[in-house]
């Protein structure tokens, strides 16, 4: 359940109602596009992949001792060039995912193609190539490079600025003060996706270390993460660990249906001497549209550093909780249960310029009934959501059984 400290006053009362509310609307922009493009946060965050090569001899090291080597990992300055590469199998919508996703962002921006919350989306399938740096907890720079084009994001001081250079188009918003900024690494490094699956590590999980390996001329052990439950899409993550300093280098999910990886992320050149200062300097290119973000320390939904704020980390049930959803199930079974308050199931309205959304949509999906009513499940090769026709959302990497059980039980 949610985590929300009791108050006597019934103003707080009220509030607590107004914030929950405006939960349900802000979640149910998000429904449909999370749930056909497979747009979550713990699959798509800004991490990088590649080849590893090499099998170097390194001293022996537990499983509980690489952990901690990675916990207590306090690299402050990096640079490198990072590649993505996601294959959740989702479905060719023929240019539809741009209406789609373009509507989920409508009310964390203003439209503008350098508000972050928009490119983030691109990240969901195919192979991407970053440049990341990053310099204390106040300076992090991620630029996502195109076909011609380049997108970058700079988190310097006080400001974060995001900036598309294919429309020269600038977005900024002011934080209200960096010195109060959470710290944590640049948004584009595979130590941020660790820790979120670390977070995970309990009972229901097995953890091995599994050889050596060699990623961008450095020497890394091999973690191996494994759910010891049934039910669940998530099949292996393989994390490599650069011996010196403890920060992970690569990140490779594997699905429990087997084939490709779904997330292979890791770093292809990396280097942990300071970067250059003008580094991330940024003043808007002549003629450029300025689209200015709110001044309160988040950009329209992102933090400091960049990363999504509006929506919930999905690194832990946990997390969920504390976001106000309810949770059910344990470790790598829990399934985030979301009442959008909007009833009648799929939303309906025109796609591609015409015809009916909601069919258009429930034919990407596989209509099921039990206890519960109907509903449509929507699935990718990891987080598959159960959207029923009385409002409610149930989402998780487990597979389509275990969401009509969850639905079922209420």
Do not use: C
Request: proline share 5%; glycine share 12%; charged share 25%.
């Amino acid at each position: 359940m949610a985590p929300y400290e009791s108050d006597d006053s019934t103003g707080a009362a009220q509030g607590d109602d107004e914030l929950r509310a405006e939960r349900r609307r802000k979640a149910a922009r998000y429904v449909v596009p999370v749930a056909v493009m497979g747009v979550a946060a713990a699959t798509i965050g800004l991490v990088p992949a590649l080849a590893d090569s090499g099998d170097p001899n390194l001293p022996k090291i537990t499983a509980q001792e690489l952990i901690n080597k990675i916990a207590k990992s306090d690299v402050q300055q990096l640079s490198g060039t990072v590649k993505i590469s996601t294959d959740l199998g989702l479905p060719d919508l023929g240019g539809l995912e741009s209406s789609l996703l373009s509507g989920a962002t409508q009310g964390s921006g203003d439209g503008s193609s350098a508000d972050p919350s928009t490119k983030l989306t691109e990240l969901a399938s195919g192979t991407h190539t970053l440049r990341v740096a990053a310099d204390g907890p106040e300076k992090q720079k991620v630029s996502l490079l195109e076909s011609g084009a380049e997108y970058s994001l700079i988190h310097n001081g006080t400001d974060v600025w995001g900036y598309d250079s294919k429309s020269n188009e600038v977005y900024h918003s002011t934080a209200a003060d960096s010195g109060k900024a959470e710290q944590h690494e640049t948004p584009a490094t595979p130590k941020d996706f660790a820790d979120e699956v670390l977070k995970s590590v309990d009972d229901t999980t097995s953890v091995t270390v599994d050889g050596t390996a060699q990623v961008a001329g450095r020497d890394a052990y091999r973690l191996v993460i494994k759910p010891k439950q049934s039910g669940t899409t998530v099949g292996a993550i393989s994390i490599a660990v650069d011996a010196k300093t403890g920060t992970p280098l690569k990140f490779t999910l594997t699905p429990s249906s087997g084939g490709a990886a779904v997330v292979d992320a890791g770093y292809t050149q990396v280097s942990f001497a300071k970067p250059a200062a003008s580094t991330f300097d940024f003043t808007p290119p002549k003629g450029a549209k300025v689209t200015e973000g709110d001044e309160t320390g988040k950009a329209d939904g992102w933090d400091q550093g960049g990363k999504a704020s509006e929506a919930p980390d999905h690194g832990s049930a946990k997390d969920l909780e504390k976001e106000g959803f309810d949770v059910l199930g344990k470790g790598w079974n829990s399934i985030a249960v979301l009442d959008t308050g909007s009833k009648g199931g799929l939303p309906t309205g025109s796609a591609s310029g015409g015809g009916d959304l909601s069919g258009f949509l429930g034919s990407l999906g596989d209509p099921v009934s039990g206890k519960f009513g109907k509903g449509t499940v929507f699935s990718t090769r990891l987080i598959n959501a159960l959207i029923t026709d009385d409002g409610k959302v149930y989402v998780g990497a487990v597979d389509k059984a275990a969401l009509v059980k969850a639905a079922n039980a209420g």
